[in-house]
């Protein structure tokens, strides 16, 4: 997605970081934005394909247009695919917990990207963008305080490119 923005232009970018509840700012030409939580033939092959098969096509032209649209099915289901890769990652990269998602899960989902159950996805799209070429990203953890009946934990990601914003909660 990055590749979209020219090489000159300025990239605005606001992540928030868990483990300090902080947030910061980075204004850069073409920044790097790299999670390091995954290997080289994962991130080069399935994931790849993931993005440029899927998530691309169906959020490129979200992204710098104003217009009013309505997903298809294949765009919704490729945004939901793109958007559980992104939860997998931020549980590793930002929360660096346990594996929340259970070894069987993360391998269909790598084999036949299949999202378990339980995870629910909320696509928007801004009327307004938020200026040009920008981008925000915050994840979270929450659990139910300890001994409480039909306790909880989930784990929660929203991200903000330009336009469109995903929010994706695992439980």
Known sequence: MLALIPRKE???AIERVPAKDVYFTRIRNRPKVKAKVV????NNNWMSVLENNYA??????????NSTRVLTLKD??????????TLVMAIHKDLRLPAFFTVAERAAF????AIPAGVQVWIAKRNV???????HWESAYGK???????S???????????NVIVQILGN
């Open 10 to 12: 300025p990239f605005h």
């Open 39 to 42: 290997c080289w033939k994962c």
């Open 56 to 65: 691309k096509p169906a959020m490129e032209k979200l992204f710098f247009d």
């Open 76 to 85: 919704t289901v490729s945004i939901s695919l793109y958007a559980f890769k």
């Open 110 to 113: 790598r084999r036949g990207f």
């Open 129 to 135: 963008p938020v200026g040009k070429h920008r981008y």
């Open 144 to 150: 139910s305080e300890p001994n409480v009946p039909h």
């Open 152 to 162: 909880y934990i989930n784990h929660m990601c929203t991200w903000n490119f330009q």
